[in-house]
């Protein structure tokens, strides 16, 4: 990912430039999607474990347990997605030449 594919993929996100964007304050900020994506992951991994904890006391569905389990695992790719992304912008960035 070089810098401006970068710079474009954040302006995207802020609907920046686009005609009917809304002011920059009304947006939510970059720290606000980030933590969309943790609290998300997080509330997938707890009812995962609500789940399991369910069927080890008989009450529960191996079903259910399958499907909260693959869903807390692709909110917790998406949460490392996010994070490598961030990595390898924030690298190309003090890559930049002053």
Partial sequence: MNPIAAARAYQAIQGAGAP??????DAPGFSDLVQNVIDSATTQTRAAEAQMTQVVQGQGSLIDVVTAISSAEASL?????????MIQAYQEI???PI
């Fill in 77 to 85: 790719e998406t949460a490392m997605a996010v994070r490598d992304q």
């Fill in 94 to 96: 003090m890559r930049m």
């Fill in 20 to 25: 009917e964007a809304a002011s920059p304050t």
